[in-house]
């Protein structure tokens, strides 16, 4: 316990976690998700793992910024400012304005108030680069998420089968009944012309 008079050190407040983390969703186009996010959504990050390739450098950009704003107000723990999973999701949804940035997890409105117009200047260098990539992503997974739909829908075919050998099948049925029949024929006629094999050796002889 600290000392009588002595006033104790700021400490990060606490932040309850969120009851659906990954459930939450986000706009391509980007700003914090709503009842008007389009079809192509993409999950809210839980920390820095979650994060894709691309957001990896604006991530520890925001980083280092929440450090170095922690230090011009004097407090040892950077947390105190906000924590890394706001900087993970604020590089994810790239909030606006402060009604969005109240949005992210961790952003009450005492942080905002205090370190929202910074937090968000410090973002914007980030932002286009960001959009740019969110968008080749959402494309290549509307792509196959449309070859997956397409290879669902194709009909069934049983095992070891092929579109080669449904032609053959095909082709098959369309030669005449006659026409099949004639290298059945013709393989039973060389087989009762064929002589007959010999003996076995030491074979049993009738007296």
Not at 105 to 112: A, Q, T, Y
Not at 149 to 158: F, G, K, Q, S, T
Not at 196 to 202: I, N
Request: proline fraction near 11%; glycine fraction near 8%; charged fraction near 25%.
């Amino acid at each position: 316990a600290a000392a009588a008079g002595t006033p104790a050190a700021p400490t990060a407040p606490a932040v309850a976690p969120p009851t659906a983390v990954m459930t939450r969703l986000v706009s391509p186009e980007g700003g914090a998700d709503g009842a008007g996010a389009r079809s192509a959504q993409i999950p809210i990050p839980a920390g820095v793992d979650d994060l894709y390739r691309h957001e990896q450098a604006a991530f520890e950009s925001m980083r280092e910024w929440k450090r170095a704003r922690a230090r011009e107000l004097g407090f040892a723990d950077p947390c105190i400012i906000c924590h890394n999973r706001t900087l993970c999701e604020l590089v994810r949804t790239l909030p606006e304005g402060p009604e969005e940035l109240r949005r992210v997890w961790g952003m009450g409105p005492k942080r905002v108030q205090q370190h929202g117009a910074l937090m968000l200047e410090a973002l914007d260098p980030w932002r286009a680069e960001l959009l740019a990539a969110r968008a080749g992503f959402v494309a290549s997974a509307s792509a196959q998420m449309a070859a997956a739909a397409e290879v669902a829908a194709a009909p069934y075919r049983p095992r070891g089968s092929s579109v080669a050998e449904a032609e053959m099948e095909a082709e098959v049925e369309a030669v005449p009944e006659a026409v099949q029949v004639q290298p059945r024929k013709k393989r039973a006629a060389a087989a009762a012309a064929a002589p007959a094999p010999p003996p076995p050796p030491g074979g049993l002889r009738m007296e």
